[in-house]
């Protein structure tokens, strides 16, 4: 089956931040308007994906205006009836193509359901994705952060505080960014 990636606007975010809040726990969640506010200033951008059909069956949040290079996947799903068949493997290589000019792609795999971590984890670690060595954790509770090094092949751990600083201060303010995420090298 084919797929393809359209690029969201403002419309798509309305329609689709109610689904992420089904799809995601409250403690991994940032307000629909920094998402708005970061998709205008070009720092988020929302990605649909369609079937050959072009039916929407997902969707996923990059955070991508870094400074060191780095693209942050920080929502991605597949709606339920089009789970279980090689739909996010795709997306996962679309979104691959999509910033193969960034050193990586980074994304979190929080510790809320281990068996669901767990498949989450094993997926993204099939594509390539490695764990980065750093003490990590969203709303409080412990998640793994994970990279696909692309151009750059360098370990992004000794410098990963100020990546992901850099990533999410474009998209929440500080105040909130110190209460919602923790990060620290080991």
């Given at each position: 089956?084919?797929?393809?990636?359209?690029?969201?606007?403002?419309?798509?975010m309305?329609?689709i931040?109610?689904?992420?809040?089904?799809?995601?726990?409250?403690?991994?969640?940032?307000?629909?308007?920094?998402?708005?506010?970061?998709?205008?200033?070009?720092?988020?951008?929302?990605?649909?994906?369609?079937?050959?059909?072009?039916?929407?069956?997902?969707?996923?949040?990059?955070?991508?205006?870094s400074?060191?290079?780095?693209v942050?996947?920080?929502y991605?799903?597949?709606?339920?009836?089009?789970?279980?068949?090689?739909?996010?493997?795709?997306?996962?290589?679309?979104?691959?193509?999509?910033?193969?000019?960034?050193?990586?792609?980074?994304?979190?795999?929080?510790?809320?359901?281990?068996?669901?971590?767990?498949?989450?984890?094993?997926?993204?670690?099939?594509?390539?994705?490695?764990?980065?060595?750093?003490?990590?954790?969203?709303?409080?509770v412990?998640?793994?952060?994970?990279?696909?090094?692309?151009?750059?092949?360098?370990?992004?751990?000794?410098?990963?505080?100020?990546?992901?600083?850099?990533?999410?201060l474009?998209?929440?303010?500080?105040?909130?960014?110190?209460k919602?995420?923790s990060?620290?090298?080991?």
């Amino acid at each position: 089956m084919e797929y393809d990636i359209k690029k969201g606007g403002h419309k798509d975010m309305c329609r689709i931040y109610p689904m992420m809040e089904f799809d995601f726990l409250p403690f991994e969640m940032v307000r629909q308007a920094y998402l708005q506010r970061a998709m205008m200033t070009g720092a988020a951008e929302l990605l649909l994906l369609k079937n050959e059909n072009g039916l929407e069956i997902g969707y996923a949040v990059t955070y991508k205006k870094s400074l060191y290079g780095y693209v942050l996947l920080s929502y991605l799903a597949i709606y339920p009836p089009f789970r279980g068949k090689g739909a996010g493997t795709r997306f996962l290589a679309l979104i691959r193509e999509r910033y193969a000019f960034c050193r990586g792609i980074l994304l979190e795999v929080a510790h809320d359901e281990a068996a669901a971590a767990k498949r989450r984890y094993n997926l993204y670690a099939a594509q390539g994705y490695e764990k980065v060595d750093c003490a990590y954790h969203i709303g409080g509770v412990e998640t793994t952060l994970m990279c696909l090094r692309l151009m750059g092949k360098e370990d992004p751990a000794p410098a990963i505080v100020r990546i992901i600083s850099d990533l999410y201060l474009k998209i929440i303010p500080e105040r909130v960014f110190h209460k919602f995420l923790s990060v620290k090298t080991v």
